[in-house]
């Protein structure tokens, strides 16, 4: 009988081990990482620069859209020299919700058309 409960507190104790190691690592990840996002008392500050979108102009050129704070830069890399072709374009915001009193108006139905129901 002995050895059955020894067998228990055994296995116990290993997913006590395998528990508290799991839950010591989230947390250092939680804690210590280095996204913007999520709780963490030593993360960076939010990002400001971001690449909005690419496209190739040929083999060598490319062309990028940069956003950096609300203002996007048009550049193009990767030929005999890098240029900035436009620069201080305004983000596009992004489009609100329609009004909710916004009605469309689909004509009148009566009860000869197909789908009317």
Do not use: C
Not at 85 to 106: F, K, M, N, W
């Amino acid at each position: 009988m002995s050895d059955a409960n020894g067998l228990i507190l055994v296995i116990s104790t290993f997913l006590f081990v395998v528990a508290l190691i799991a839950l010591t690592v989230w947390g250092f990840r939680a804690f210590f990482s280095n996204k913007s996002s999520g709780p963490g008392f030593f993360r960076t500050r939010e990002r400001r620069l971001n690449v909005v979108e690419s496209a190739n102009v040929d083999a060598k050129r490319k062309l990028y859209l940069i956003r950096r704070d609300d203002k996007e830069h048009l550049i193009m890399i990767g030929g005999p020299v890098d240029m900035m072709i436009e620069t201080g374009i305004e983000a596009r915001q992004p489009l609100d919700h329609p009004l909710e009193d916004v009605v469309i108006d689909r004509g009148e139905r009566t009860q000869s058309d197909p789908e009317f129901s």
